[in-house]
């Protein structure tokens, strides 16, 4: 019997954690098979709602935020890039100097879930940010990405020009807030079991599967 789960995952496209934790789920459905079949679903989540459209340098940010030195800032993002390629994704340390606002992509991401290419544009989202060092809070940036995930980049523009999808977003930010949620990625399935951080593909496979096992008595 094939299982559904409908599985909501919070996250920010400035969170290297969240790519490698999407990047781990989708390889935990893939090793799973037919027997589950998966609803996902993108819900928003910022990592830095204040920051400045100009962004801020990557090493003061941490500094500021985390109280990291520049040494373990650097331990830090090698562990990152070696978990994200152990996922096939692919992390430039080099290229990425700083931290942007993201307001505007999950604008877009919103939009991107009713033509049926969310997905696909937070795919693009991440490498556009991790592996190309692009700026996500970038207007021509974003329009770029959505053409090439085959969104209309004029409704696109318009969006973004606009104060569209951005009451949609604040209510999605403030509802998994208020419901415990402070920390990204969250991955909720089934509006009722959370598995939180960017877990291995073997920690999300055997979730995966006691759930929808569970979901089956």
Known sequence: MTSRLKIDFVSDVSCPWCAIGLNALERALDQIGPDIKADLHFQPFELNPQMVPEGQDINEHLAQKYGSTPEQSARNREGIRARGEEVGFKFSMDKRGRIYNTFDAHRLLHWAAEEGKQRDLKHALFKAYFTDGENPGDHDLLLKVAGEVGLDTE???????????????????????????????????????????????????????????????
């Open 155 to 217: 409704r696109a523009r318009a969006i973004l020009a606009s104060d569209e999808y951005a009451s949609d977003v604040r209510q999605a930010e403030l509802f998994y807030q208020q419901n415990g949620i402070h920390a990204v990625p969250a991955v909720i399935i089934n509006d009722r079991h959370l598995i939180q951080g960017g877990q291995p593909v073997e920690v999300f496979e055997q979730a995966l599967r006691q759930i929808a096992a569970g979901s089956q008595d």
